[in-house]
């Protein structure tokens, strides 16, 4: 399996034990997190970008992985969300070197994906 | 003279102070900082919201109105401005609202200043 | 007027600003705020205490303001909310002793307020 | 092994690492750390929550791991971990979800270990 | 009063407070932060820039005017003391600019009272 | 392959693809950031110091290693550097200790491979 396939099998299998906890809250603030990307005054496209800026700049890799995915289905090119991490490093320093080595590395993989989905 | 004003004038004073210094370090970072947000694969314009939504999940009060000022000025609506903010409430959470509540207050006073520049 | 009172007057007004944005995905993270501290497997006091903890360690003034007055309100003692706060001092280190500074200022205020109310 | 057998013997044998440098400041670090969870003003019980709540919002999941085997140990029942998860959910945002995901795995296999000790 | 004095006296009257409240573990973790910096395998002056550095990537300006205070004291230049900014703008990136700005405001103001004293 | 070589190795490799992206903004980053570290007003002995400790409080294991590496290189014994660690240990309090763990692990292994070079 490859890593972002087994991201997703992982990350969905996990979201699932989360949701089983029955917790209204943690439900809700899933709900809440799923719409935040819906299409509003700015797009959905738009605002993957920014989902994957902001998870760089507070180093989650897999906050990253997620929103390459979503950015990459949304339809941003490799350049431009190259060109968004960039950003992202500038504003966060050095200490996000190791997080942008693992969007490029995911990113890459991604390339050869066109057809992966969550 | 104006929250905004104030910021702006404070600002552009320090920065000097911070380059008079004559670190060549510091005084190239400054400049690849700014290069950062022009045209590239990316627009200036979707790279100063990139910058907002970064600025407000790490909580930098000074960065908000910075890149509140920038994205104005690139033409983005206050709705707009306000669905990006959104984003980084989802991202960075309750602890953000403080800077939330910041960013309202400048967003408002900038829609009365269409013209202000840093 | 006393600090206490600046807060929660800037606070109320701050969030109606917020609120006027009329942005759904806000309204809903700030009602999912509220309900994450009522009664529930925990009571309403213990979570008031999470979040003052979470506040101090995410170095938060606004945020420990608020909930050492909901702490306060909630029937825990100073001394209690001291040890609470120690706890976030060990877990956070020493960058957090300039909020830890601000949170004993607030508190000593909050023992002659004991009606204040948000 | 379990994965809660293999964080233990690897912390236990970590810490043991860190202690054998024979740092004076660093042997009282650890002693400060584990003074603050024992009972005072507040219960033993009480502070475990708190560093819970700390940890997952500083987004570490080996510090959430061992909070969560005291909390279990303090005897929290599982729906009780859950709501304190939720506040610091709440507080952090959604950049805590992978951690969220890692705290409820952990709290299931916990489940079947009641007797399990640091 | 100046800024740096301003500074001095209330860290001066807001640690006394935090004393007073004599809870064992805070005043245990003063006593603890004041050894770290204190000669040891390193000079207490090094470490004194290595707090420095920290409080600036952590992006805490009362802890940066603390350290520049002490690194001032030890004698290190503001050549140095800038160079050693330098390293913590690199590895924290443009969010920590503000507090660059705030740390060479502090750092002109030390560079006229050497005789400056905590 | 020991933890150390198998860190140089990805490292090299992964920093390789992120330039292969051919980015202007993240070559001149990669290229501020290596200047940084070298000799000006303070020795680059003492900068590497700095950027670990930086490195531990913003708990970055990677990041961690990799100043281990060049301060090992750069001449500090273990003791000054385990002495550094402590100063990141009170700064960033118990929620480093996680990274200090790893950073003792790779300090001994480094001990025994002075040779090693990034």
């Known amino acids: 399996m490859s890593d972002i396939d087994e991201f997703i099998s992982a990350r969905r299998e996990a979201n ?16 809440l997190d799923d719409a935040a990307y819906r299409d509003g005054a700015l797009s959905g496209k738009v605002k993957e970008l920014l989902g ?8 989650c890799n897999d906050c990253v992985d997620y929103h390459l995915i979503q950015c990459t289905r949304a339809g941003w090119s490799a350049a431009e969300i190259v060109d968004a991490l960039n950003v992202g490093l500038v504003v966060g320093g050095s200490i996000v070197i190791p997080h942008l080595r693992h969007a490029i590395h995911t990113l890459e993989e991604l390339q050869t994906r066109p057809d992966v989905s969550l």
Do not use: C, T
């Open 52 to 59: 994957l800026a902001s998870s760089l700049v507070l180093r």
């Open 16 to 31: 699932a034990a989360v949701l089983d906890q029955d917790h209204l809250g943690i439900k809700r603030f899933f709900a």
